[in-house]
């Protein structure tokens, strides 16, 4: 006999859960609630000068995807999530072959593409497991030298999703995110109750051909 069933069974449905709350919520649909399109303002000089391409993971309605690829950014901006519904929102904002959407811990890109991956209020949404994966595919995206900066809230959600669970299915102190991602520098923003990191992909010793 083996529990693998009954574990397949529990695992979180994540574009089902989504493709609800993008729909219903009115603070995913305004750019003045994206946690992200916030970030990306607060913090631009880290982000301008880096050039390239840009990757939003879990993008949702396509906020943080469409700020970047204004000139005071000038990223060749991208955007995935699970959600079919942000999906769909997202392409008529910005363009409809700039935004994909992804299976759970696999993003549909090639590796070492993107100079800058964001992920904002995203991790926090997923069970443990999940970020780990979500971790490892968002390493294999960046190109070398390549800025990581990611958003995680601290405390439980005010909504629940359709199954009654709370939306933030990993609520974790700063140092567990620290511990988790190795950045190069954290924060936590006690207004909002949420930490911020960066990280940098090291640069390979030797070129590439």
């Known amino acids: 006999m083996t529990d693998k069933p009954a574990l397949e069974a529990s695992t ?23 946690p992200g399109y916030h970030a990306c303002l607060r913090y631009a000089e880290r982000l301008r000068g880096l050039g390239g391409r840009s990757l939003d993971v879990g993008c949702g309605a396509g906020y943080v995807v469409a700020l970047l690829r204004m000139p005071a950014f000038g ?10 519904t942000g999906v769909e929102r997202a392409r008529k904002l910005v363009s409809p072959d700039c935004v994909m959407t992804m299976q759970p811990g696999a993003i549909p890109h090639s590796d070492s593409k993107f100079s800058l991956v964001t992920c904002f209020d995203v991790l926090e949404h997923l069970d443990e497991t999940d970020i780990l994966d979500l971790r490892e595919e968002m390493y294999r995206v960046l190109a070398p030298g390549g800025l990581l900066f990611c958003s995680a809230s601290l405390r439980p959600s005010g909504s629940k999703d359709h199954n009654g669970e709370n939306l933030h299915r990993t609520v974790r102190v700063a140092q567990w995110w620290a511990n988790a991602f190795e950045p190069d520098e954290y924060l936590v923003r006690r207004a909002t109750q949420e930490v911020l990191f960066w990280w940098t992909k090291p640069a390979t010793l030797q070129g590439t051909c």
């Open 12 to 34: 979180p449905n994540y574009a089902e859960i989504y493709d609800q709350v993008i729909a219903e919520n009115a603070g995913y649909n305004d750019a003045h609630g994206s």
């Open 75 to 84: 990223f060749e901006s991208y955007g995935v999530d699970v959600s079919a």
